[in-house]
Structures are given as structure tokens and as C-alpha cells.
């Protein structure tokens, strides 16, 4: 075989090469708090919840009774307004505060009795979400390349490929021409956030 002396210029661009590949190693940003050795991602997202509940003609628990007698003249009662006001249907909201929200109760009163009550639940819940990421490593790859050109020219090789914790790629390449020769190359590529 003939060995030729290799120029200095592929010195300069082995070295850029190598500077290169420092810095983008180099300034990747610290990776979550493992747990376990898997990194862990912890988000809280408040979610809102709504509902009611309707409870028909609710039953008294107890009945109490008490007699009272009181002298009222005949001219100061007001029959119709009694009526009236019997059959008036009146509504009451009763609102708690909890931590993560409000429960109303709402009840209306029909002819001195409890008619209807509906519970009205509104909180806001704070709901943890963990995500569990693998921490990501080193792999290596193997593989062949073929290459042509508009001259009766190929090459044949192997190609061996590393990609790194920051999904950077490095590769080299060793193939074999028709030429009789052989071609050496040095591959580099990184990741493009989109």
C-alpha cells in the first residue's frame, strides 16, 4: 500500500471538529431530581368541579310540637294575609366555605314545610400529575453505507455511529472505493428543536 503523509488543514478540521463537539456536550441544561434513578416530573393542574344534587321532598327527621295560647282581637288578624303568606314559596341559599371551594345548599319552603333542597358542590381541586421519564444515555449504532456518483465511481463501508445523553450524533466511516483506495470519514449531526 501506498501512505501518503496526511496535510495540515485535516489537523485544523479535526481539531474544529473535536471543539465542536465540546460545546455541544458541554451546555446542555441539568436534568430533573431523580427518584430511583428515573427522572421524575411533577405537575399540579386545579381542576374545576361542579355538581349538583337534588334531594325531592326531603322528610322531617322530627316533629315537634308546642301548644302556645295567645289572645289576638279579632279586628288585628288578617285571614287573607295568613292564606297568603301560607302559600307563598320561599327559597334559601345557605353557602359553606372549604378549602378547596363552596357547598351551597339551597332549600325552598311551600306551605310552612321543606319542599325541595338541592346541594350545590364548586370546588376546585388541585390534582398532582408525576410523570416518570427514563434519564437518557449513551447508545451506539452499526451500519453499512453505499455510495455512488455520476462517474463509474462507488464506495462499500461500515459505519459506526454514537449518540449521546444530549441526542447528539457522532460517527465514523470506513469504505472501500473502486478506485482501489480507501475513504475515511468523520460524521456529525445534532438535534433541531422544531
Known amino acids: 500500500m501506498n501512505y501518503k503523509i496526511v ?10 471538529f473535536i471543539y465542536i463537539i465540546f460545546l455541544q456536550e458541554c ?3 441539568k436534568p430533573c431530581p431523580a427518584v430511583n434513578g428515573k427522572v421524575v416530573k411533577t405537575d399540579t393542574v386545579i ?8 334531594v325531592n321532598k326531603p322528610l322531617p327527621a322530627k316533629i315537634i310540637t308546642k301548644w302556645d295560647t295567645a289572645f289576638i282581637p279579632a279586628d288585628q288578624v288578617d285571614t287573607a294575609g295568613v292564606i297568603a303568606d301560607y302559600m307563598y314559596k320561599r327559597y334559601y341559599d345557605s353557602t359553606f366555605k372549604t378549602q378547596y ?7 325552598s319552603v311551600y306551605q310552612n314545610k321543606l319542599a325541595d333542597r338541592k346541594v350545590v358542590f364548586d370546588f376546585k381541586v388541585p390534582e398532582v400529575t408525576k410523570n416518570v421519564v427514563i434519564p437518557p444515555r449513551v447508545q451506539v449504532f452499526t451500519g453499512m453505507s453505499l455510495g455512488f456518483s455520476n462517474a463509474p ?3 462499500l463501508g461500515g459505519d459506526l455511529f ?13 469504505s472501500y472505493t473502486s478506485q482501489n483506495s480507501f475513504l475515511y470519514q468523520v460524521h456529525g449531526a445534532w438535534l433541531i428543536h422544531l
Open 7 to 16: 496535510p495540515w488543514y485535516f489537523y485544523v478540521i479535526a481539531g474544529l
Open 27 to 29: 451546555k446542555h441544561p
Open 47 to 54: 381542576v374545576h368541579h361542579r355538581d349538583t344534587v337534588t
Open 101 to 107: 371551594g363552596n357547598i351551597t345548599i339551597r332549600d
Open 153 to 155: 465511481y462507488f464506495t
Open 162 to 174: 454514537l449518540k449521546t445523553k444530549s441526542n447528539s450524533l457522532y460517527g465514523v466511516s470506513l
